[in-house]
């Protein structure tokens, strides 16, 4: 039996499991998908939000604010992409300033450094594509960008290096708790028992929290659909440009990633399937529209490709995260929303302080917080990465054209803790795929790798998992 199952494997329930992968406890993650980051930690604006705009008092507030503090030094330990480039929320008329100005307002109430509104002249100088009717804006230097893959894989890694148990493609069918203060976790997998169990189920986490409890809750998928533009648009913005917020958020924003490209996005529309992540021709016109509101000349033109995400709006919006009143021992992480991502390290001490309690667990003395990325040979010097290549030569040959990821990265991500076992997993690990062919090139020649390193047949390789294999027969077969 375990002391504590967290169920799902995105960046909230990883930062829970390695918060509490520094004590001595038996936990296990389980996820319903074949990697970590597989749903809403997967497709969204990859921003770390400065903590302005939710509202004072909230939890969402506390826990943005603290997780955006707490990233510098997260990704210091953990060895992921970050940096603080500051984001701007545009007002486009003098009638918004005094919206604009109760933002300003509450980011202070909430705590955000470095906050001020700037006019239109100290605006231009910052972002020289800004639009010309811009008449004034609110800069947070303290807003950053982040690589959302990088950041849970890193959380996942380490927990896993220091005692954490994963399981994947293992979904929950049901939850019972007995008199002896036991969970039983009904799984495709079989049964699972525990003392405590942590519900981080993204988009599922009311489905999950209403097998447990008579006080319902209730998630609605909020779909928002991207552009991602090439990396010749580098510069276009150094920024994050947000519009003022409506109340489906924070509207369509545009952005530098932190790999260099430029994103933007997302609209917002409710939706009912909770697996909905199609983009329409419908959603991309429309954030192509809004996007041109705050800029001049968007690059539309270097579109690379279109994607859409999930956000986990919970009908009260807010973050759900505590003890269930009518189920003791289940611990909810639900309407995990934006800044959700921004929140998620503060959101893993916070569910992990409380279970320390509960358990009065005690440190774990061997309990490593410094991980490595996969490494990287760009980032060498010309001689250090010659060195590379004569003691491994995989790190000579390159496989994705696009981003320049040789072989040797890719064999690293497979065979490192919690390795990529398909396509997605290799391209969240080490971007090969994300260039400006979208895997034209590299996809044969990473599925090849995979089938060697794992032992199996191409036919049994897969993009993300379940039934998406790539190769369905051979020419052979049609003769």
């Not at 509202?55 to 707490?70: D, F, H, I, Q, T």
């Not at 697996?275 to 954030?287: F, V």
């Not at 279109?306 to 289940?330: K, N, T």
């Not at 917080?369 to 030569?393: F, M, Q």
């Amino acid at each position: 039996m375990y002391d504590i199952v967290i169920i799902g494997a995105g960046v909230t329930g990883c930062a829970i499991a390695r918060e509490l992968s520094r004590y001595n406890a038996s936990i296990c993650l389980v996820e319903k998908c074949e990697d970590v980051c597989c749903g809403t930690s997967k497709a969204n604006s990859a921003i770390v939000h400065a903590g302005y705009d939710a509202a004072s008092g909230s939890l969402m507030a506390k826990l943005n604010v603290e997780g955006n503090r707490l990233m510098g030094s997260l990704s210091e330990d953990l060895d992921f992409p970050f940096r603080r480039n500051g984001s701007l929320v545009v007002c486009m008329s003098e009638d918004g300033l005094p919206n604009l100005n109760e933002l300003y307002q509450n980011g202070l109430a909430n705590g955000v450094e470095q906050l001020r509104i700037i006019g239109k002249e100290e605006l231009r100088s910052l972002e020289p594509n800004i639009s010309p009717y811009a008449v004034a804006a609110l800069y947070a230097p303290t807003g950053g960008i982040v690589c959302p893959f990088g950041l849970t894989i890193a959380l996942a890694e380490n927990a896993h290096i220091n005692g954490v148990e994963f399981k994947f493609n293992t979904e929950v069918l049901r939850l019972a708790s007995n008199n002896e203060n036991v969970w039983s976790i009904e799984t495709n997998h079989g049964k699972i028992q525990t003392k405590y169990v942590v519900n981080a189920a993204g988009v599922y986490a009311d489905f999950i929290h209403n097998m447990v409890s008579a006080k319902k809750i209730h998630i609605t998928p909020r779909r928002g659909d991207y552009c991602l533009l090439d990396k010749s648009t580098v510069g276009f913005v150094e920024k994050t440009i947000f519009q003022l917020p409506d109340k489906y958020g924070k509207g369509v924003l545009v952005s530098p990633t932190i790999h260099g490209n430029t994103i933007v996005g997302p609209t917002a529309i409710d939706i009912q399937d909770r697996e909905g992540t199609n983009t329409t021709a419908e959603g991309i016109n429309d954030l192509i529209n809004k996007a041109n509101i705050t800029v001049n000349n968007l690059p539309i033109r270097q579109v690379i490709t279109s994607f859409a995400g999930l956000r986990a709006h919970e009908d009260g919006h807010e973050f759900v995260i505590g003890e269930v009143e009518d189920a003791p021992r289940f611990i909810d992480c639900a309407g995990i929303e934006s800044p959700g991502l921004s929140s998620a390290p503060a959101i893993g001490i916070l569910v992990s302080n409380l279970l320390c309690k509960k358990l009065h667990l005690n440190l774990n003395p061997n309990f490593n917080g410094k991980r490595k990325s996969v490494l990287d040979p760009k980032t060498l010097s010309k001689d250090a990465y010659a060195k590379l290549i004569k003691e491994n030569p995989a790190y000579g040959n390159i496989i994705c054209r696009c981003e320049n990821v040789t072989e040797g990265e890719i064999l690293d991500a497979i065979h490192r803790p919690l390795g990529a076992k398909s396509l997605d997993g290799i391209k969240r690990r080490t971007r090969a795929g994300m260039g400006r062919c979208q895997a034209g090139f590299c996809s044969p020649r990473t599925l090849e790798i995979l089938s060697r390193e794992l032992g199996l047949p191409q036919s049994e390789i897969t993009k993300c998992g379940g039934a998406s294999k790539l190769i369905v027969g051979t020419s052979k077969d049609r003769l």
